[in-house]
């Protein structure tokens, strides 16, 4: 059964950057017949796409949040992380890691159980 | 860019039969996906592709899509259906998430 697993501090400092790694086990992030995700979902509020992986390393991300964000995949540990930078209050949020199925018109199958992270000084 | 209107909440009696929409402009013409959240969980995937039930989701939930409205059918309301359920599509490359919907089970 695949599992994700989502790791990384639970505050950061305004103008800092949050960093997140999702652990995958019971699956393989070098298939290539998934993608890689990440979600965030402010207090009391819906889902936000941040941006997917594949295993070659190309990405995409949310045109709202591209210019902070880097989304990176580590074959050789089976995991890939999240990167937003210049934080500030409104990034709070429960962050969680996903596999993307049937590609990039797809959906999300499997997600983490989810990482909270406060931006506060 | 492209969006998704869900109502705020849906009230279905114990047995009865809720009905989430999902509208977008020309959604008929996309793969509309859902999820279920329960209270402090992450989101489980429960329609994908507009009808279809990954493994383990009972047959009591079904999806359709047409024109400008996707719609998420619960049948046989259980208390164990109470949650957000949220739906999603591919547009302009960007995964777009609906606004939520509240079900309530009386």
């Known amino acids: 059964q695949l599992q994700l697993q989502e790791s990384g501090p639970g505050l950061v400092k305004p103008s800092e950057t949050l960093s997140l790694t999702c652990i995958v086990s019971?699956?393989?992030?070098?298939?290539?017949?998934?993608?890689w995700g990440w979600i965030r979902q402010s207090p009391g509020k819906g889902l936000e796409w941040i941006g997917t992986?594949?295993?070659?390393?190309?990405?995409d991300y949310n045109s709202s949040l591209k210019s902070r964000v880097t989304i990176s995949i580590d074959t050789s540990k089976n995991q890939f992380s999240l990167k937003l930078s210049s934080v500030t209050a409104a990034d709070t949020a429960i962050y969680y890691c996903?596999?993307?199925?049937?590609?990039?018109?797809?959906?999300?199958?499997?997600w983490g159980q989810g990482a909270q992270v406060t931006v506060s000084s | 860019s492209y969006e998704l209107t869900q109502p705020l909440s849906v009230s279905v009696a114990l047995g009865q039969t809720a009905r989430v929409t999902c509208g977008g402009d020309n959604i008929g013409t996309k793969n509309v996906h859902w999820y279920q959240q329960r209270p402090g969980q992450a989101p489980v995937l429960v329609i994908y592709r507009d009808s279809n039930r990954p493994s383990g989701i009972p047959e009591r939930l079904s999806g359709s899509n047409s024109g400008n409205t996707a719609t998420l059918t619960i049948s046989r309301a259980q208390a164990g259906d109470e949650a957000d359920y949220y739906c999603q599509v591919w547009d302009s490359s960007s995964f777009v998430f609906g606004t939520g919907t509240k079900v309530i089970v009386l």
């Open positions: 019971g699956g393989s992030v070098s298939s290539s017949s998934y993608y």
């Open positions: 996903a596999r993307l199925n049937w590609g990039l018109l797809g959906y999300f199958d499997y």
């Open positions: 992986v594949y295993y070659s390393g190309s990405a």
